[in-house]
């Protein structure tokens, strides 16, 4: 057959020959030794989730791909535009480094796998992790998360889980900062510019939502140095429910929450017992900070709020009350209450206790002035509403030095079995504080209870003024 064709065939068949040569050498891998192979299972825990897995391996590179799988095309079409950009880009890179991979013993790799988490019968969150090495010392890696609602055939974005505004975003944003600020391992390698920059925009968020955690995700280098890797923060259901909308709560089938009731266990009158008091919050930064301090020392407290500040962070006020602290009436709008008129008092006291109820849930039952200013007048209308003025017997001048060690030295110094302290959350030093003192109270032998409940135990009246046991 060759010797019937002339020049100019034989010029068309080499050039065919050369496309080929250099389509084998810079294109895609045809080796010979390359298979794919691609399976789909049906989880049974994800009821209209099927998972299809597609393994490709070649002289140069191996796949390993997962992609979740519905009978819903819109939900499917994102995650698989997003696959389809992770396998180009590893291709890419592949194709640019062909002639490295030839000659060294190793292949490029590209891994996807897809992990589902329930968050209803009818409603998962997928996350997405891909990891590609093509060459070099380290490979990357890469998290995408999608939240899919089988029943309304949607993607669920984070506006359709959590209240929006400024208040539960801010009081949420301060919950991640401050869990990872307890992550040891990034103490060296965290950015505080680089994660304030990566919470800013909560639509751009990595995020997944189960029955037990909302999870935020970083990919590496995003908050950290390299040696961090990627990041991943876990915060309770139960710590955000209060940010969370009805309709998540109900998918979520969260369990409402116990009402706060004094503890039905009697005191012992000889135990060490001893109040901790916070005033002028709450604080969207300090406040949650303080409850997670004593969340694990199993200590309660009374938070004598402003109703200002109540009204201003609602989610706050009710965070303090569904985890059992005490809340107490501080005024309205921290005025000198022994400088106003019977009207003004009682208007200061009267919108306070509107204010924390509507947003706690929970109805003061003592006051405590501020500045610890009171005549006559305030005593009258504090009796006439039966609710107790409170004061302290141990001041830890925390608004005064800003400074934990002093704060600890002050406390420590002063405390005895059925003393008040006053201290703020407001100011981050008292939080900064709280770890050590609350630890060498416990070793002292003392428990942590609310005003109320020392009222209680010292056998008081309905009202008065007290300030609890002096040094």
């Not at 990034?186 to 909302?214: M, R, T, V």
């Not at 006439?384 to 004061?391: D, G, R, V, W």
Request: glycine share 4%; net charge negative.
């Amino acid at each position: 057959m060759f010797k019937r064709l002339k020049w100019p065939s034989w010029a068309v068949f080499c050039l065919f020959i050369m496309g080929i040569y250099f389509f084998i050498s810079s294109g895609a891998d045809t080796s010979l030794q390359a298979f794919s192979r691609t399976e789909t299972t049906s989880p049974a825990a994800f009821p209209g989730l099927n998972l299809e897995t597609r393994t490709k391996e070649t002289k140069s590179y191996t796949l390993a791909i997962s992609t979740p799988i519905t009978e819903i095309e819109n939900l499917n079409k994102p995650m698989k535009e997003w696959i389809q950009i992770q396998e180009k880009d590893f291709l890419e890179l592949v194709k640019a480094n062909r002639q490295v991979l030839d000659s060294e013993e190793f292949r490029a790799h590209l891994n996807i796998k897809a992990e589902p988490k329930k968050v209803s019968d009818t409603m998962y969150t997928l996350v997405f992790e891909a990891y590609q090495y093509t060459g070099g010392a380290n490979g990357q890696a890469a998290v995408k998360t999608f939240t899919i609602d089988l029943a309304n055939q949607k993607m669920v974005q984070l506006a359709d889980v959590f209240h929006m505004d400024e208040e539960s975003l801010t009081t949420l944003r301060t919950m991640i900062t401050n869990q990872i600020g307890q992550k040891e391992e990034l103490q060296n390698y965290l950015f505080d510019d680089l994660l304030d920059e990566a919470l800013e925009n909560p639509s751009s968020w990595k995020w997944s939502l189960s029955g037990k955690n909302f999870t935020l995700y970083f990919n590496e280098y995003e908050i950290a140095a390299g040696a961090a890797g990627a990041v991943k923060v876990k915060i309770p259901v139960e710590q955000i429910r209060s940010l969370l909308k009805d309709e998540i709560v109900q998918h979520l089938k969260l369990p409402e929450p116990e009402a706060s009731e004094p503890e039905t266990a009697p005191l012992d009158p000889n135990g060490k017992y001893i109040a901790l008091t916070f005033d002028d919050g709450p604080h969207p930064k300090v406040t949650p900070l303080i409850l997670d301090i004593l969340k694990k020392h199993n200590a309660k407290a009374t938070f004598y709020m402003l109703g200002s500040q109540a009204q201003f962070y609602p989610a706050l006020a009710s965070q303090v009350a569904e985890e059992g602290h005490e809340i107490g009436n501080h005024s309205d709008s921290h005025a000198d209450l022994s400088s106003l008129g019977e009207k003004e008092i009682r208007k200061e006291m009267e919108e306070a206790s509107t204010k924390i109820k509507e947003a706690s849930g929970q109805l003061p039952a003592t006051v405590r002035p501020p500045y610890g200013a009171m005549n006559e007048d305030v005593k009258k209308i504090a009796g006439m509403a039966h609710t107790p003025l409170i004061l302290w017997s141990v001041d830890s001048l925390d608004w005064k030095t800003l400074n934990a060690s002093a704060i600890q030295k002050i406390v420590k110094a002063n405390a005895v079995p059925g003393s008040i302290v006053l201290m703020h959350d407001i100011h981050k030093p008292t939080a900064e504080a709280l770890p050590d003192l609350l630890t060498h109270l416990e070793k002292e032998g003392y428990e942590f209870i609310t005003v109320s409940q020392l009222l209680s135990l010292q056998e008081q009246e309905v009202t008065g003024t007290f300030f609890g046991k002096r040094s």
